[in-house]
């Protein structure tokens, strides 16, 4: 099934259909991104934020909430 395809599916959905898609879907993205995130964390591409956050802070370049 191609993008266009699965786009026309989903404008067919009935309103109370197209809220639980739209839930799913929600949860499906959120749960793509956290794996993403604890990937790059654990093969260190993120490890340069951390450092850079440590270096602004030790430098007095952050804010109190």
Do not use: N, Y
């Not at 404008?11 to 993403?36: C, G, M, N, S, V």
């Amino acid at each position: 099934m191609t993008t266009m395809q699965i786009e026309e599916e989903v404008q067919k959905l009935p309103p109370t259909e197209l809220a639980q898609f739209t839930e799913w879907f929600e949860r499906f993205i959120a749960d793509q991104w956290d794996t993403r995130f604890e990937q790059d964390a654990q093969t260190g591409r993120l490890d340069h934020l951390a450092q850079k956050a440590d270096s602004d802070f030790e430098a007095g370049h952050c804010t109190t909430l």
